[in-house]
C-alpha cells in the first residue's frame, strides 16, 4: 500500500516550457486536491476533483489544469510555466462524505521555474 | 483577514519542555480540526484531530478546541528532538476533510 504518490520529485523549467505533474493513491479515494506550498503562505488549493472525470478550481487555479480520467490519477499541468510557478506542489486524496477522516498527502514535487 | 490565523515562527525550545501551539480563525461553521505535522521536504501527515470541542490526548499530543473563543491548541509534553517539524492546523467546516482550510504552519525546533 503505497499511499498517494507523486512525480516527478523535483523539476527545473525554463519560462514558458509545458510540463505534467502526476498524482497517484491506491486508497480507492474519491476526493483529490492539488496544492501549492509557498513560505509564509501556507497550503493553498490549485484544482480538486469529487470523482473520475470531474474537477473543479480551487483557491489559486490561474497557469493550472488538470485531469482525472482514472479514479486513482490526477494530473497537473503548466501550459506556460512562469516564475511565480516556483513552488512545491502536494497531492491529496480522501474519501467522499467519511467524519473522522483525513486527507492523505504525498512527498511533494518541487518545482523551480528559471 | 485569513479564516485561519498561526503564528509562523519559528518557535525554539530546549528538549524536554511543553510545548504549545496554537491557530485561531474567523468562520464559526468549523467544526472538524486537526493538526499536521510535516518534516522538512515531506508532505504533511496528521497527527490529531477533534471533532466539535473539547480535548484530545494521544501519547504526548493534547489537542484542545475552544469553539467559544474560535482557538484550537497542540500540546506537546516532553519534547524531543525528533518533534522539530512545521506543525498545520487545519479545519473544516462539513465535517469531512473533504474540503480543509489550512493555518500558514509554525515552525518548531527542539534543540538538545
Known amino acids: 500500500n503505497a499511499g498517494v504518490t507523486q512525480t516527478p520529485k523535483f523539476r527545473v523549467l525554463k519560462t514558458g516550457q509545458s510540463m505534467t505533474l502526476l498524482c497517484a493513491q491506491d486508497?480507492?479515494?474519491?476526493?483529490m486536491y492539488w496544492y501549492r506550498q509557498d513560505p509564509g503562505m501556507g497550503l493553498r488549493l490549485i484544482h480538486y476533483?469529487?470523482?473520475?472525470?470531474?474537477?473543479a478550481k480551487g483557491e489559486v487555479p490561474d497557469g493550472y489544469n488538470v485531469s482525472r480520467l482514472k479514479k486513482q490519477n490526477f494530473l497537473l499541468g503548466l501550459e506556460s510555466a512562469a516564475p511565480s510557478q516556483t513552488s512545491v506542489y502536494f497531492c491529496?486524496?480522501?474519501?467522499?462524505?467519511?467524519?473522522?477522516?483525513?486527507?492523505?498527502f504525498g512527498p511533494g514535487t518541487r518545482l523551480l521555474v528559471l | 483577514q485569513k479564516e485561519v490565523e498561526q503564528d509562523p515562527g519559528p518557535l525554539s525550545v530546549p528538549e524536554g519542555a511543553i510545548v504549545s501551539l496554537n491557530c485561531t480563525y474567523s468562520n464559526s461553521a468549523f467544526q472538524y480540526f486537526m493538526w499536521y505535522r510535516q518534516y522538512s521536504r515531506k508532505g504533511p501527515e496528521l497527527l490529531m484531530y477533534t471533532y466539535s470541542s473539547g480535548n484530545k490526548e494521544d501519547g504526548r499530543f493534547t489537542a484542545q478546541v475552544d469553539k467559544s473563543s474560535k482557538y484550537i491548541s497542540l500540546f506537546i509534553r516532553d519534547s524531543q528532538p525528533s518533534d522539530s517539524a512545521t506543525y498545520l492546523c487545519?479545519?473544516?467546516?462539513?465535517?469531512?476533510?473533504?474540503?480543509?482550510?489550512f493555518g500558514t504552519g509554525t515552525r518548531l525546533q527542539v534543540t538538545l
Open positions: 491529496a486524496s480522501t474519501r467522499a462524505g467519511a467524519t473522522q477522516e483525513t486527507q492523505y
Open positions: 487545519a479545519m473544516s467546516a462539513t465535517g469531512t476533510a473533504s474540503k480543509l482550510t
Open positions: 476533483s469529487v470523482g473520475e472525470g470531474t474537477t
Open positions: 486508497m480507492n479515494h474519491e476526493y
